[in-house]
C-alpha cells in the first residue's frame, strides 16, 4: 500500500476525470469531422480501465498500484495515438484489451504453477528457439530482422525473449549454491547472456540489445559472487559499443545525428530536429488536445510519441509521465525488497529494471540525451508486442508483489 493517507479510489477518480476531460476536448476538437468512433473508444477505454482495475482488488492482496500507474499511462497514450491516427486508436484499443487479458493470464500462472524456478533449461531452449525462428521467418525492416508475421499477424520475438532472460537469470541464482558445484557455472550462463546479445547484433536490433545487456548486469552485480565477472561485463560492453559504431552504419548515422542533428536537419536528424521542434513548440502547457501538429514528426505515434504528447499536452504533462515511470519503477524494486522467496525477487528486480532501463532508452533518444535506438514507450507507444509484453511482465510483478512465504516448503 502507498505510504500516504491518499484513500485508494481517489488516484482512479482523477484518472477518469482525466480520461472525460480528455474525450471532451476530442469531441469538441472533431465537432465538424465527427469520427465515427469516439463514442466507442471513449466508452471503451473507460471501462477497459476501471473495470480492470476494480476486478484486480478483488483478486489480488499484492501492491494494486503499478497496474493503476499502467493504465494511467496507456490512457495518455491511446488518447494521444486516437488523436493522431483514429483507425490506429481503435486497432491500440484492441491490443490493450488483449494486452490486459494477457497481464491477468501471466499473474494467475506465475502465482500458482510450481516448479517455476527451476526450469532452467526450458527457458534457454525457449528463448534459442525464438531466435532461430526470427532467423528463418524475420523480414529486414527499418535496418533489423527481428518481426515475423504469423497467420497474417506480426510479431516481434524478442519481446518475449527479454521476459525468458528474466527467468533465466532468476532460476539460475535461485540454485546458486547448486550451479556453484559446476564449474565454470557462471561462466556459462554468462556465455549464454552474450550469445543472446550477439543473435541480437546480428539481427542489428541494437536498442534490445542494450535492454538485455542491462537486465544482465543488474542482476549479476547484485548476486554475483565473483566480482572478476562485473568488470569482464563492463569492459565487453565498451568493446560491443566500438564494435557496433564501426559495423554498422545507421549506428554512426544515430551517433553523428545525436551529436549535431542540426547538420542533417533535411534528411537523417529530421526526425529527431521535428521531436525537439514539437516539445519547445508546446511549452509548459502545451497548444492543446488536437491543436499541435504531431504528423510533421515521423511514426509520431510510435517511437516519438512523447514529443507528441509534449506538443499538445505540454511539457509537465510529459514531466508527470516520467515521473510515472519512476513510481512504477521505485515501486518495482520496493516489490523485490520485501520478498521473502528468492525467485520472485529476482524476478520482481529483473522486470523493474527492464522498465526503467527501456523508459530512459527511448525518452533519452527523443530528448537528445543520448542517441535514438527503435524501441517503445512502455504502455504509452503504439505497438502490439511491445503492448502484449509490457502487460505480460506487470502480470509477473504483481504476482511478485504478493507474499510467497507460504510456497517456500514446495520449492
Request: charged share 15%; with cysteine; net charge neutral.
Amino acid at each position: 500500500m502507498l505510504d500516504t493517507n491518499i484513500r485508494p479510489s481517489t488516484p482512479r477518480r482523477l484518472l477518469f476525470l482525466y480520461e472525460i476531460l480528455a474525450l471532451i476536448l476530442l469531441f469538441i476538437y472533431q465537432k465538424d469531422n465527427l469520427d465515427q468512433y469516439i463514442i466507442g473508444i471513449g466508452i471503451g477505454l473507460i471501462l477497459l480501465v476501471h473495470i480492470s482495475n476494480y476486478l484486480l482488488l478483488k483478486i489480488s492482496k499484492g501492491d494494486n498500484y503499478i497496474f493503476l500507474i499502467a493504465t494511467m499511462l496507456m490512457s495518455i497514450g491511446l488518447i494521444m495515438i486516437y488523436r493522431i491516427d483514429s483507425q490506429a486508436g481503435v486497432r491500440q484499443l484492441m491490443w490493450l484489451a488483449l494486452g490486459i487479458f494477457f497481464f491477468y493470464i501471466s499473474y494467475f500462472l506465475v502465482r500458482y504453477l510450481k516448479g517455476l524456478n527451476r526450469l532452467i533449461y526450458i527457458y534457454i531452449g525457449l528463448a534459442y528457439f525464438l531466435f532461430i525462428l526470427t532467423f528463418l521467418l524475420g523480414k529486414r525492416t527499418y535496418g533489423a530482422i527481428n518481426w515475423i508475421r504469423v497467420f497474417g499477424v506480426s510479431f516481434q520475438p524478442a519481446e518475449i525473449t527479454k521476459l525468458i532472460l528474466i527467468f533465466i537469470l532468476a532460476s539460475f541464482y535461485y540454485q546458486y549454491e547448486n550451479f556453484k558445484e559446476m564449474k565454470y557455472s557462471s561462466y556459462i550462463l554468462m556465455a549464454i547472456a552474450y550469445s543472446f546479445i550477439g543473435l541480437l547484433f546480428l539481427q542489428r536490433d541494437l536498442g534490445m540489445a542494450v535492454i538485455f545487456y542491462a537486465i544482465f548486469l543488474a542482476i549479476q552485480f547484485i548476486y554475483e559472487e565473483d566480482r572478476k565477472l562485473i568488470l569482464l561485463n563492463i569492459g565487453l560492453a565498451v568493446l560491443g559499443a566500438i564494435i557496433a559504431y564501426q559495423a554498422f552504419s545507421h549506428v554512426r548515422i544515430r551517433v553523428a545525428t545525436w551529436i549535431d542533428p542540426w547538420q542533417y536537419i533535411d534528411d537523417k536528424g529530421y526526425q529527431i530536429t521535428q521531436s525537439l521542434f514539437a516539445i519547445a513548440e508546446g511549452g509548459f502547457f502545451g497548444k492543446g488536445l488536437g491543436l499541435g501538429h504531431p504528423h510533421f514528426i515521423p511514426l509520431a505515434y510510435n517511437d516519438f510519441i512523447f514529443s507528441a504528447i509534449c506538443e499538445e499536452l505540454g511539457v509537465f504533462t510529459g514531466m508527470g509521465i516520467i515521473m510515472l515511470f519512476l513510481l512504477l519503477v521505485y515501486r518495482g524494486f520496493k516489490i523485490a525488497l520485501g520478498q521473502s522467496n528468492l525467485f520472485y525477487r529476482i524476478l520482481a528486480l529483473g522486470i523493474s529494471t527492464l522498465f526503467g532501463v527501456q523508459s530512459f532508452i527511448i525518452l533519452g533518444g527523443v530528448l537528445k540525451v543520448i542517441p535514438l535506438t527503435g524501441i517503445t514507450l512502455p504502455f504509452v507507444a503504439y505497438g502490439g508486442t511491445s503492448i502484449l509484453s509490457s502487460f505480460i511482465a506487470l502480470g509477473i510483478l504483481q504476482a511478485a508483489s504478493e507474499d510467497f512465504e507460504w510456497r517456500m516448503s514446495d520449492d
